[in-house]
């Protein structure tokens, strides 16, 4: 079973979702109100691409084809952020990581991208918050 990489990211109050796979001939996109939204939406729009490009007459690969393919989502920070706020508010997480709780939500809404360091510190936080909360 062949990949079809999916990124999923945070853009303006949504989750968005592209696949930019030579296999397709074209870019399809998606967007969505929820994470488990924006997977059924992109996994919608590669049929009806796949659909649409039979239809003009495009050749595809087999594989595509016939649906011998699996998403593999690749989130983007912002999205991890936005999953950590729905249970660790940003003043925990930044209580606990020295961030300050604007700084926290300019990654979480993906308008700044925080370096790999950083990006370790907020999720050691993160992991440290769960431990402690799997004692209670």
Known sequence: MRKLTVNIEWCDKNYCASCNDDSLNGIVVATSKTLGGI?????????????????????????IVNHEYELSFDYKFSVIMRMTMEYIPLSVLSRETGINQKQLSHYANGTQTPREPMRERIMTAVHYIGSQLQVL
């Open 39 to 63: 997977k059924k939406e992109i996994a919608d729009a590669i049929a009806f691409h796949i659909e649409g490009c039979l239809n003009d007459g495009d050749v595809l690969p087999e594989w």
